[in-house]
């Protein structure tokens, strides 16, 4: 291991969707069930490029209409979808390893924020619904920012709301798109994915681990600026 001059990072900037909380699983399961209702498919290749972006342009009437042959009005989609939505959402917890991490980083005085595509209503919402807002120094959302992730934006806008140096800080996610959002902003990434993201390709990632519980901060792979 290489170790920094500092040993351990000055900030962790956690993605929210799908790594925080798992609302990715919620979102791809009901649209899954819905479009296999109407006689088509949806994968998790197919959704690959939806996944940590809020500029993928995808529009589930356009694809069920490609695959059936049918016109649909997405409106009309979207409220079928999203009672299973919310209900397979309210079976959601805090992911693991969320709470131990967030308290540790604490003790040691490391700071933290979260960077993500959604809005920030949806984000802080949900982290005061789970009573861990007040966790974090700072918060970046999409609304916040002209472009989505894979842009680094909303990690540039974290950070700067952290007055931490890209080069001392690490980003935790769960998607492609989150971790290229990440490096293009000049960060570590370590990518910790989901049910449905670990069916994606992550390869480009710093460190992969299997849950945030995972995270050993005095066993990193890479040194930080000081």
């Known amino acids: 291991m ?6 351990t990072p000055r900030a962790l900037v956690f993605d929210f969707d799908g790594l925080i909380l798992d609302t990715e699983t919620p979102e791809f399961r009901a649209w899954q069930e819905l479009f296999a209702a109407y006689g088509g498919t949806l994968t998790t290749g197919d959704w690959a490029h939806v996944i940590g972006s809020t500029d993928s342009g995808w529009d589930p009437a356009v694809e069920l209409g490609r695959q059936t042959g049918r016109a649909y009005d997405r409106a009309e989609l979207r409220a079928q979808w999203k009672p299973r939505q919310v209900e397979l959402m309210g079976r959601e917890a805090v992911r693991p390893g969320v709470l131990s991490l967030l308290g540790e980083a604490k003790l040691r005085g490391i700071g933290l924020a979260v960077a993500s595509s959604s809005t920030r209503r949806w984000v802080q919402g949900n982290l005061e619904r789970l009573g861990i807002f007040d966790s974090f120094d700072a ?35 769960d998607s492609p798109n989150g971790v290229r959002a990440a490096q293009a902003a000049g960060m570590r990434c370590v990518a910790v994915p989901n049910d449905v993201s670990r069916h994606l390709d992550l390869s480009a990632a710093d460190a992969l681990l299997p849950s945030l519980g995972d995270l050993d901060l005095d066993a990193l792979p890479f040194a930080f600026a000081p």
């Open 2 to 7: 290489t170790t920094g001059a500092t040993g």
């Open 139 to 173: 918060v970046a959302t999409g609304d916040e920012v002209r472009r989505t992730k894979p842009d680094p934006a909303v990690y540039l806008l974290a950070l700067e709301r952290l007055h931490a140096p890209a080069a001392a800080a690490i980003a935790l996610e």
